[in-house]
């Protein structure tokens, strides 16, 4: 179910300040709690200029309450920005693509997994402390299943409020 009001520790993760320098090291404390020994889940994210988002983007993956072992391979598309340094210095491995493209990206990302389980993930995006449990479940549970699908919530900037972006969501499902 979509949440009609941003839950707390999304918006912790939203109203970080990606300046603060005590947060890379959050991140990579909390990166390593994720090494529970061989890797059962890879979490594959293109990121392209993305050095105002992907810190908060990496401390709510991070965060997520699994009982998998899981790695982050964040793959640099030719960034223009500071995004790799970003990456690199919470002790999570960026590898650089220079052929531009999401497709491409993605492509090199999927070529170094190691989990069985592969999810795709956007630098932009802030996701729920179960975000893995919730996507990885359903395929350990049933081997009949190939792949899952979760819903997103956007998240309110201006003056636009949550509730108006929960009846927009609900709509854009129900005609799915």
Same mark, same amino acid.
């Given at each position: ?91 999570? &491995? ?10 491409? /990206?993605? !492509?090199?990302?999927? +070529? *170094?997994?190691? @989990? ?11 996701? &729920? ?10 395929? /350990?549970? !049933?081997?009949?299943? +190939? *792949?899952?699908? @979760? ?26």
């Amino acid at each position: 179910m979509r949440p009609i009001f941003i839950p707390d520790d999304v918006q912790e993760k939203f109203n970080a300040d990606p300046n603060n320098k005590n947060l890379p090291l959050t991140i990579q404390n909390a990166y390593q709690s994720l090494n529970k020994g061989p890797v059962d889940v890879s979490v594959v994210m293109p990121a392209y200029n993305e050095e105002k988002n992907i810190l908060q983007t990496l401390w709510s993956l991070c965060e997520n309450q699994t009982q998998w072992s899981v790695e982050i391979i964040v793959v640099d598309n030719n960034s223009k920005d500071n995004t790799a340094e970003k990456v690199k210095s919470c002790g999570i &491995p960026c590898h650089f693509e220079p052929i531009q493209g999401i497709t491409q /990206a993605r !492509n090199s990302g999927l +070529a *170094l997994a190691k @989990g069985k389980y592969i999810l795709n993930a956007d630098a932009d995006t802030i996701y &729920p402390k179960g975000w893995i449990e919730h996507m990885v479940n359903p395929l /350990a549970k !049933n081997n009949r299943y +190939a *792949l899952t699908y @979760g819903n997103f919530a956007f998240i309110p900037i201006g003056n636009t409020g949550r509730v108006t972006y929960f009846f927009y969501e609900f709509l854009a499902d129900f005609s799915r």
